[in-house]
């Protein structure tokens, strides 16, 4: 895929829709309208692209998911495969004619297999546990898939028994998954294989792997004779840094054999077109723990001789990197990966480059990484023909929630976009196109960040402004869609958004330059930005918000801890003392990523960077939103502290509580609860930087 194909990419999303008439700005009720794809699966001759396509029932306020089609030259508008509404994760059958996916069924979900010839879907499975993450053998004759199926789950249920007790026994320190609830040990998910029977019938399927430990189908072997699957096979991993290795099983049973290990964690497994080698992505740890680690490409022998080679150990860039935006597809699945050229020379791979996410060349031999331009665009997820030939991405932009991509890279012809599913909307909307700007920080760091003006802007005119501050604290913004800063730019803000030291896409060092300092550095890279933006004579100094989720909560808490600039702040899943955070959160810090010791052995530590020490510095009226069900963040150690403490202060606060939302409010909350977060939030603003606010007019 050459640099051309990609810049023309930018060329195709950059076209301006031709014959719109009068336009709006934008609003929250417009996520309602909103179409998103996901999980795009291109056929193997190239001809068809399968995708998930998600949208919004606002009669029971929720996500509906559905199997669609389009020819992969665009020449039929997208029509629909299944009739499901929760369909998902689609995939071909080697030759084209069948097409797998998953669905409820059977109170659980189910492997299904579409006859594209006609008829309707049949179930494959019928588990009690269900079934996912199906996956075609070569010969299109079996179907591998997940399971946390039990043999017992299979026997008849003695009406006399007396009932199992709920009582839960726990032993493991990571007992809670967010948005998965309780973690059930017992039932680690296994690799299962089913035949595809000629009569519709299911088969019996036979479980490939069992015992203690999980694992995941990551690939075939070409020969159809083995599958390779990723798997943790130590005893309490969270007292070590993360370890996945690489396994293959035989497809009639049998046990594992290690295939591939390296110092971190493997995924993203993808054999060579002659299945004598495999690609796969691995975020390396440190020689000393560290907070980040950046991902590269790798290629190990498939029959495990020899070593794993990095391909990209001097690419200073995240392979499989991504940027962060609130417009993923709820519930859609994405595809991504390795992608091998036809003759084995070269992989294509998502590199997150900075504000981008684009797909690159790498060489096999060399390691040598194509040309990065600057797309500004981020691929969502994408999938390859069986030739290797003709790739489909879900690509967006600022401005653009994502579309179908096709590139073929047999012919060289400019990418073409073969879907148009929120055009009808967006054609009717003023949407605003950011700012690249960068900026020097105390020490001298270059600093990456976007303003999104009103899309009216008048410069002779003087705006508020607000920061935005992305969480991970490893993750990045840049060129994706993001609602929020799109709808605050028409609400007539100023919206600032940058990756300060610690954020992804910029090097190792840069991402882990935070490590055990923070929050801190990172605060002051953001008010160099916020120093730079007040020069400009449209910035009202006097009417600074502040506000970000997850991380970004946290550092929100931080700032108003640190100064009084700000005159309005919304700290979002926020966590405000880390000392209780590492005894409550879904994760375990018992390796010294973000501490060097737990919180009982440098108490002094944790609380001199945890907000609720310094909270009797607060002078900015602050919202919290939390999410009831969040246990990444959990409340009572982060919003739920502040709130209390400004509360007392006298400090004007409230507190936004969202039933049942997990820390994924903003990106796959409840429709409705996702618009009600905005309007809090821009409410709160309006509040104290306009002097107006239907929803907080008599806030104290």
């Not at 295939?259 to 992505?281: C, E, K, W």
């Not at 600057?374 to 991405?393: D, F, I, K, M, R």
């Given at each position: 895929m050459?640099r051309?194909?990609l810049i023309?990419?930018?060329a195709?999303?950059?076209?301006?829709?031709l014959?719109?008439?009068?336009?709006?700005?934008?609003?929250?009720?417009?996520l309602?309208?909103?179409v998103?794809?996901?999980?795009?699966?291109?056929s193997?001759?190239?001809?068809d692209?399968a995708?998930v396509?998600?949208?919004?029932n606002?009669?029971?306020?929720?996500y509906?998911?559905?199997?669609?089609?389009?020819?992969?030259?665009g020449?039929?508008p997208?029509r629909?495969?299944?009739?499901?509404t929760?369909d998902?994760t689609p995939?071909?059958?080697?030759?084209?004619t069948?097409l797998?996916f998953?669905?409820?069924a059977?109170?659980?979900?189910?492997v299904?297999?579409?006859?594209?010839?006609?008829?309707?879907a049949?179930?494959?499975?019928d588990?009690?546990r269900g079934?996912?993450?199906?996956i075609?053998?070569p010969?299109?004759?079996?179907?591998a898939?997940?399971?946390t199926m039990k043999?017992e789950?299979?026997?008849?249920?003695d009406p006399?028994?007396p009932a199992k007790s709920d009582?839960?026994?726990i032993t493991?320190?990571?007992?809670r998954n967010?948005?998965?609830?309780?973690?059930d040990?017992?039932?680690?998910?296994?690799?299962?294989?089913?035949?595809?029977?000629?009569?519709g019938q299911?088969v019996?399927?036979?479980?490939?792997t069992t015992g203690?430990?999980?694992e995941?189908?990551q690939?075939?072997?070409l020969?159809g004779?083995?599958?390779?699957?990723?798997?943790?096979?130590?005893d309490?991993?969270?007292?070590y840094?993360a370890?996945?290795?690489?396994?293959s099983v035989p497809a009639r049973?049998?046990d594992l054999?290690k295939?591939?290990s390296?110092?971190?964690?493997?995924?993203?497994?993808?054999p060579?077109p002659d299945g004598?080698?495999l690609?796969?992505v691995?975020?390396l740890?440190?020689?000393?723990?560290?907070s980040?680690?950046?991902?590269?490409?790798f290629v190990?022998n498939a029959?495990?001789?020899?070593?794993p080679r990095?391909?990209?150990?001097?690419?200073?860039f995240?392979?499989n990197g991504?940027v962060g935006?609130?417009?993923g597809?709820?519930?859609?699945g994405?595809s991504?990966?390795?992608i091998?050229?036809a003759d084995?020379?070269?992989?294509v791979?998502v590199?997150?480059?900075?504000g981008?996410?684009?797909l690159v060349?790498?060489?096999v031999?060399?390691?040598?990484?194509g040309t990065?331009?600057?797309?500004?665009?981020t691929?969502l997820?994408?999938?390859v023909?069986?030739n290797?030939q003709?790739?489909?991405?879900v690509?967006?932009t600022?401005?653009?929630v994502?579309?179908l991509f096709?590139?073929n890279?047999e012919?060289?012809?400019?990418?073409?976009q073969i879907?148009?599913?929120?055009?009808?909307l967006?054609?009717?909307?003023?949407?605003?196109?950011p700012?690249?700007?960068t900026w020097k920080?105390?020490?001298?760091k270059?600093?990456?960040?976007?303003?999104?003006?009103?899309?009216?802007?008048?410069?002779?005119?003087k705006?508020?402004?607000i920061?935005?501050i992305?969480?991970?604290?490893?993750s990045?913004y840049?060129?994706?869609?993001?609602?929020e800063?799109?709808?605050?730019?028409a609400r007539?803000?100023?919206?600032?958004?940058?990756?300060?030291r610690?954020?992804?896409?910029?090097g190792?060092d840069?991402?882990?330059?935070i490590q055990?300092?923070?929050?801190g550095d990172?605060?002051r890279?953001l008010?160099?930005?916020?120093?730079e933006?007040?020069?400009r004579?449209?910035?009202?100094?006097?009417r600074l918000g502040?506000?970000?989720g997850?991380g970004g909560?946290?550092?929100?808490?931080?700032t108003v801890?640190?100064?009084t600039?700000?005159?309005?702040?919304v700290?979002?899943?926020?966590i405000?003392d880390w000392?209780?955070f590492?005894?409550?959160?879904?994760f375990?810090q018992?390796?010294?990523s973000w501490?060097?010791?737990?919180?009982w052995?440098?108490?002094?530590?944790?609380?001199?960077?945890?907000p609720?020490t310094?909270v009797?510095s607060?002078?900015?009226?602050?919202?919290?939103?939390?999410?009831?069900?969040?246990l990444?963040?959990p409340?009572?150690?982060?919003?739920?502290?502040?709130?209390r403490?400004?509360?007392?202060?006298k400090?004007?606060?409230?507190m936004?509580?969202?039933?049942?939302?997990?820390?994924?409010?903003?990106?796959?909350?409840?429709p409705r609860?996702?618009i009600?977060?905005?309007q809090?939030?821009i409410?709160w603003m309006?509040k104290?930087?306009?002097g107006?606010?239907?929803?907080?007019?008599?806030?104290?």
């Amino acid at each position: 895929m050459s640099r051309r194909l990609l810049i023309a990419v930018l060329a195709c999303l950059a076209a301006p829709i031709l014959g719109a008439q009068s336009k709006r700005p934008i609003t929250e009720q417009d996520l309602l309208r909103f179409v998103w794809i996901a999980d795009p699966q291109i056929s193997p001759a190239g001809k068809d692209v399968a995708f998930v396509r998600v949208v919004v029932n606002e009669k029971s306020d929720d996500y509906e998911t559905s199997i669609w089609t389009v020819p992969a030259d665009g020449s039929q508008p997208p029509r629909a495969l299944t009739s499901g509404t929760r369909d998902t994760t689609p995939r071909w059958s080697p030759d084209g004619t069948r097409l797998a996916f998953t669905r409820p069924a059977a109170g659980s979900g189910q492997v299904f297999v579409l006859n594209l010839a006609g008829g309707e879907a049949q179930p494959i499975t019928d588990l009690p546990r269900g079934a996912s993450a199906p996956i075609w053998s070569p010969d299109g004759t079996h179907i591998a898939f997940s399971s946390t199926m039990k043999p017992e789950d299979a026997e008849k249920k003695d009406p006399s028994a007396p009932a199992k007790s709920d009582v839960r026994v726990i032993t493991d320190a990571q007992y809670r998954n967010n948005g998965g609830g309780w973690a059930d040990a017992d039932r680690p998910s296994h690799v299962w294989v089913t035949d595809i029977s000629a009569d519709g019938q299911i088969v019996k399927p036979r479980q490939l792997t069992t015992g203690q430990y999980a694992e995941s189908a990551q690939a075939w072997s070409l020969d159809g004779a083995s599958l390779f699957v990723t798997s943790t096979r130590i005893d309490e991993p969270y007292f070590y840094p993360a370890k996945v290795e690489l396994f293959s099983v035989p497809a009639r049973g049998g046990d594992l054999r290690k295939i591939a290990s390296v110092n971190g964690a493997i995924n993203s497994v993808r054999p060579s077109p002659d299945g004598a080698r495999l690609a796969f992505v691995a975020a390396l740890n440190g020689t000393v723990e560290r907070s980040y680690d950046q991902p590269d490409l790798f290629v190990a022998n498939a029959d495990g001789s020899g070593a794993p080679r990095n391909l990209t150990d001097k690419f200073d860039f995240d392979i499989n990197g991504s940027v962060g935006g609130d417009q993923g597809a709820p519930r859609g699945g994405r595809s991504a990966g390795p992608i091998w050229s036809a003759d084995g020379n070269s992989i294509v791979v998502v590199a997150g480059h900075h504000g981008d996410a684009d797909l690159v060349r790498v060489n096999v031999t060399t390691g040598e990484v194509g040309t990065l331009p600057e797309s500004h665009h981020t691929v969502l997820s994408y999938s390859v023909s069986a030739n290797g030939q003709t790739a489909v991405a879900v690509i967006s932009t600022q401005t653009s929630v994502g579309d179908l991509f096709v590139l073929n890279g047999e012919t060289g012809a400019a990418p073409k976009q073969i879907t148009h599913l929120n055009d009808a909307l967006f054609s009717t909307l003023k949407l605003s196109e950011p700012e690249q700007i960068t900026w020097k920080s105390f020490d001298g760091k270059t600093i990456e960040g976007w303003i999104m003006r009103p899309p009216d802007f008048d410069a002779s005119r003087k705006y508020p402004m607000i920061l935005q501050i992305h969480g991970g604290p490893h993750s990045a913004y840049g060129n994706v869609m993001t609602h929020e800063f799109q709808v605050m730019a028409a609400r007539g803000y100023v919206v600032l958004f940058a990756n300060p030291r610690g954020s992804s896409n910029y090097g190792q060092d840069f991402g882990n330059i935070i490590q055990f300092h923070y929050p801190g550095d990172d605060y002051r890279d953001l008010m160099a930005g916020v120093d730079e933006m007040i020069k400009r004579p449209y910035i009202d100094a006097a009417r600074l918000g502040v506000t970000g989720g997850s991380g970004g909560g946290l550092l929100t808490d931080w700032t108003v801890t640190q100064t009084t600039r700000f005159k309005a702040a919304v700290a979002q899943r926020d966590i405000a003392d880390w000392y209780g955070f590492w005894f409550t959160a879904d994760f375990t810090q018992f390796t010294p990523s973000w501490f060097r010791k737990a919180p009982w052995e440098d108490p002094a530590d944790y609380a001199a960077r945890s907000p609720i020490t310094h909270v009797a510095s607060v002078k900015t009226p602050m919202m919290f939103i939390l999410g009831d069900a969040d246990l990444r963040t959990p409340p009572a150690d982060g919003g739920e502290m502040m709130f209390r403490a400004l509360k007392y202060l006298k400090i004007p606060t409230v507190m936004v509580r969202f039933p049942n939302e997990t820390h994924e409010l903003s990106r796959s909350g409840a429709p409705r609860h996702r618009i009600e977060r905005l309007q809090h939030i821009i409410g709160w603003m309006d509040k104290w930087l306009l002097g107006r606010s239907e929803l907080y007019a008599d806030a104290k």
